[in-house]
């Protein structure tokens, strides 16, 4: 048995590409995506048919290049997420703009329309994850959609603030982002970190706890993985999502691996449940000098990708209203 078969056994394992090949490979049972990976994936020539759809989709919008550039980019997500749930047996996560991390009502307006995308093309809203940042304008915005039956996976989590106020909200899914975590504390140390100290293994196992003990919906999706010791160290965790680089690894490594992660465990650990207002929930993520960074850095870099894809649309959208 290799490492990967038997983690499935414990833990969903949901591939971090926008690669569709890639995905077919792995059989994974979800799938997520960004706009980096997009972006990666658009200048692939077998799916340019795709890039060529969302182009000439964008140019009937009308309106101003900022109009046509949006609409050609939620096209893009949306006809890449509907080629992937085309091969996997359960659901894509399909991004909102970092730019709107601060912008509720925006983020709300977005994601309905990608859903509305979504249903146009006769997909399920159920198999449809809208990705949002864990601000916490992201997070009261993903507690009214779910109130409407759109489900939502909050990523750019650090702190256990953060993941406290998405279990109270009700939202569907958070991704702590293990790696980059790691990356931080390293950075600080100045010097690797052993497993079984690593502070992103430690953040997960914290919150997956902590919502098995209150009887929290909320899945836990470790994501952003630096190395498999971090992915088995976690394994009974809800989901955990996987790049295909650690993915081949796995696959690749004989081996067994037994949950850390389990409910009954989980509820005999010790501690308080917490509330979370604004006023809380803003001290307490501000008090994790690590999470403010990375988010704040994370936000950026997100929208970063997003204006490389937005450039990359503009020009397709142009080439589009020369044919």
């Not at 890039?51 to 609409?71: H, I, K, L």
Request: with cysteine; glycine share 6%.
């Amino acid at each position: 048995m290799t490492v990967l078969e038997s983690l499935k056994k414990y833990s969903v394992v949901v591939a971090d590409t926008g690669d569709i090949d890639t995905i077919a490979i792995w059989k994974p049972q979800d799938a997520t995506t960004n706009p980096s990976l997009l972006y990666s994936a658009a200048q692939r020539p077998e799916y340019a048919h795709l890039v060529g759809a969302a182009a000439e989709y964008a140019q009937r919008q009308g309106g101003d290049d900022a109009t046509r550039s949006e609409a050609f980019i939620d096209r893009l997500f949306v006809s890449f997420g509907c080629e992937i749930l085309k091969v996997i047996p359960g659901r894509v996560s399909t991004e909102v703009d970092a730019r709107l991390s601060f912008d509720k009502e925006g983020t709300l307006r977005k994601a309905r329309r990608l859903i509305q995308l979504y249903e146009n093309e006769g997909i399920s809203r159920e198999r449809v994850l809208i990705k949002i940042a864990s601000t916490w304008e992201g997070i009261k915005a993903a507690e009214e959609l779910e109130l409407q039956g759109i489900h939502c996976n909050l990523t750019l989590l650090f702190s256990f603030a953060q993941a406290i106020a998405c279990a109270e909200a009700g939202v569907t899914l958070i991704s702590p982002f293990v790696g980059r975590i790691y990356d931080w504390h390293k950075k600080e140390r100045g010097a690797d970190i052993p497993i079984e100290e690593d502070p992103g293994v430690a953040s997960v196992v914290r919150i997956y706890n902590y919502f098995k003990k209150f009887n929290f919906k909320t899945k836990v999706m470790g994501a952003s993985f630096r190395k498999v010791d971090q992915i088995t160290r976690l394994a009974g965790c809800d989901l955990l999502t996987i790049s295909p680089d650690l993915l081949a690894k796995m696959e690749n490594t004989e081996g067994e691996v037994s949950p850390t992660l389990t409910v009954d465990a989980a509820r005999k650990t010790t501690g308080e449940r917490i509330h979370l207002d604004e006023k809380t929930f803003r001290w307490m993520h501000n008090e994790d000098a690590m999470a403010v960074e990375k988010l704040s850095d994370g936000i950026r870099k997100f929208y970063g990708d997003a204006r490389k894809l937005e450039q990359h649309s503009r020009t397709r959208v142009r080439q589009a209203a020369l044919v």
